[in-house]
């Protein structure tokens, strides 16, 4: 079974071809940052238009790279949401249009399901029970994925998503977009405890988030630096960093440990930062807990995530139907009780 998808829900242009075990023959990028920076952030109509025009490229890229032709794709799927409508119809459009000019199935694919399952790709096991922390630009959660297509929302961010902090602060200190990216680099040379920033929620014992106060607190900060911001950002970064990465870790090992499952698992664009993919290697150690992380190249948005998804769709026979349109609001899981 032959997979190809097709990933456009925000920034980045992407395509992917997996094989019939479901190892990645292609996964081709093509990313839009250069012209939102500008903006200071993704501007929806720019990128719906860019995706139009790199739509193409990037299939032709995509199929070469795999060595196939499009009558050999068996199944065409693609991001049905969330994201932004305009960027989600170029791509779910193309992969409907393609299936059925090939007289092939169509699959949507929740993008949030792609992070969630990427950290079991190329693994033996397959997918396996674990608690589930997904950190990106949108989205804070924390999941108990039982088997694949169950799973419960157990955390959530009350307010802003990690990655939308990281982008957020790293404006305020005049880094440009995408923050995240910024900040991890920053605080390589920066001191994680310069200064005392809050580490909100942790004494609850629910398991959600919130980072605005945190984001606020960066705030006041600035007018009392004793250095101009140039020489502070590096403290800054990594103590705003440090609160973020404390947070996710401790919060994620307590709800395994509540849950009594052994594995852990950490997607989303923010787990390609290299402090918490590091400490979260010494707190799974330290608690006894199987850790899995998707490499760098599957955490921030890519379509071999979703091809893989919809690798597991097919193999059950759950094939979508044409006229299943993209939802921008698209849930994966509801919370439990
Ligand atoms: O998963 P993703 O590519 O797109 C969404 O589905 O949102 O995540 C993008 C987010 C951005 O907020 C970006 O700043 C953050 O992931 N990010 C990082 C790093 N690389 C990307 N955050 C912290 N450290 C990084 N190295
Ligand atoms: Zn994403």
Redesign the pocket.
């Known amino acids: 079974m032959t997979t190809l998808a097709i990933e456009t ?2 920034d ?1 242009t992407a395509a992917a071809v997996l094989d019939s075990e479901g190892n990645v023959l292609a996964s081709e990028i093509a990313t839009q940052i250069d012209l939102h920076r500008a903006y200071g952030g993704v501007v929806p109509e720019v990128a719906s238009r860019n995706h139009l025009l790199k739509m193409r490229p990037v299939l032709l890229k995509t199929l070469e790279v795999a060595g196939v032709s499009l009558p050999e794709i068996d199944v065409f799927s693609a991001t049905a949401g ?2 932004l409508a305009g960027a989600l119809l170029t791509g779910n459009t193309t992969a409907k249009a393609l299936a059925l000019a090939h007289k092939k199935p169509f699959i949507s694919v929740n ?2 399901e792609g ?1 969630l399952l990427s950290p079991f790709m190329g693994q033996p096991a397959g997918i396996q029970p674990c608690v589930a922390l997904v ?5 804070t959660m924390l999941i108990h994925l039982r088997e694949f297509g169950d799973y419960h929302l157990c955390g959530n961010t009350r307010d802003d ?7 957020k602060v ?1 404006k305020m200190i005049g880094l440009p ?9 920053l605080s390589k040379v920066g001191d994680p405890k310069a200064y005392d920033f809050p580490r909100s929620m942790l004494s609850r014992k629910d398991h959600d988030f919130s980072f605005s106060g945190l984001k606020t607190a960066v705030l006041y900060s600035l007018d009392k630096l004793n250095k101009p911001l140039k020489d502070c950002r590096p403290d800054l970064c990594a103590s705003f ?1 440090e609160a ?1 990465v404390d947070v996710l870790t401790k919060k994620t090992i307590r709800l395994a440990q509540t849950l009594g499952e052994s594995c852990i698992t950490v ?10 993919r590091k400490a979260f290697e010494v707190c799974a150690h330290k608690a006894g807990l199987k850790l899995l992380i998707a490499p ?1 190249s599957l ?4 379509a071999a995530m979703i091809a893989y998804v919809a690798w597991q769709k097919a193999q059950r026979g759950l094939f979508s139907m044409l006229e299943e349109d993209v939802d921008p609001n698209l849930k994966l899981a509801e919370a439990t009780v």
């Open positions: 829900s925000c980045e969330p994201g993008h949030m992070h950190v990106s630009g949108g989205h998503a990690a990655g939308e902090a990281f982008d790293a977009y995408p923050g995240g990216p910024e900040i991890d680099k960093q973020v997607s989303g664009g923010v787990s390609c930062n290299s402090r918490l760098p955490t921030t948005d890519n």
